[in-house]
């Protein structure tokens, strides 16, 4: 059982937006920024969002990360099937001294 | 270009141990604190250990304090995870990773390592 909490699946057709929520508590959402990963079967994670709205070089502008109190948001717009994969929510935990993961989302564009 | 590429994963039994190497390249490895993440099979990814820049501070995931060591020789570019008493949960890829951006952001990833522990 993780600490940050995502739902397991989310599921959307091609060309709709799609968010995949992530909670945590003051210890960690709450105080820390919040980062988002994308991974494909077989291949390592890639980050997709920094501190909680940012992206790194290359990544599209269809992706989008925000943040309120102990909860944040990845949003994908424009789905491609291209975009069928697992994605992690990741940030620090204060209290626990400890880096955390969320239990992962799998995306499925229909 | 920057890369991570790990290496020392393998077969081991219960209770044996294994040192998994990460070699660095395309970016300056001393100015950077550096991590382990694991996932198990089918499993989500698990934080391991964080290394700062000079090897004097380290993090660990409460569950294998004691048992696994992080270090890094910034001569070599090289990081390194030292585990020790291996156990079956242990069996997972191994992925070392770039800390970037700020504080616990992974921003460059290795390939990934396997570890099996099993008899």
């Known amino acids: 059982q993780s600490v940050l909490t995502q739902p397991p699946s989310v599921s959307a057709a091609p060309g709709q937006k799609v968010t995949i929520s992530c909670s945590g508590s003051?210890?960690?959402?709450?105080?820390?920024?919040v980062y988002w990963y994308q991974q494909f079967p077989g291949t390592a994670p890639k980050l997709l969002i920094y501190d909680n709205n940012k992206r790194p070089s290359g990544i599209p502008d269809r992706f989008s990360g925000s943040k309120s109190g102990t909860s944040a948001t990845l949003g994908i717009t424009g789905l491609q099937t291209g975009d069928e994969a697992d994605y992690y929510c990741?940030?620090?935990?204060?209290?626990?001294?400890?880096?955390?993961f969320g239990g992962g989302t799998k995306l499925t564009v229909l | 270009e920057v890369q991570l590429v790990e290496s020392g994963g393998g077969l081991v039994q219960p209770g044996g141990s294994l040192r998994l190497s990460c070699a660095a390249s395309g970016f300056p490895f001393t100015n950077y604190w550096m991590s382990w993440v694991r996932q198990a099979p089918g499993k989500g990814l698990e934080w391991m250990a964080n290394?700062?820049?000079?090897?004097?501070?380290?993090y660990y995931v409460e569950s294998v304090k004691g048992r696994f060591t992080i270090s890094r020789d910034n001569a070599k570019n090289a990081l390194y995870l030292q585990m020790i008493s291996l156990r079956a949960e242990d069996t997972a890829v191994y992925y070392c990773?770039?800390?970037?951006?700020?504080?616990?952001?992974?921003?460059?990833w290795g390939q990934g390592t396997t570890v099996t522990v099993t008899s």
């Open positions: 990773a770039r800390i970037g951006y700020s504080s616990s952001c992974m921003d460059v």
């Open positions: 990741g940030t620090w935990d204060s209290s626990l001294i400890a880096v955390l």
């Open positions: 290394i700062n820049q000079d090897g004097g501070v380290k």
């Open positions: 003051s210890s960690n959402i709450g105080n820390n920024y």
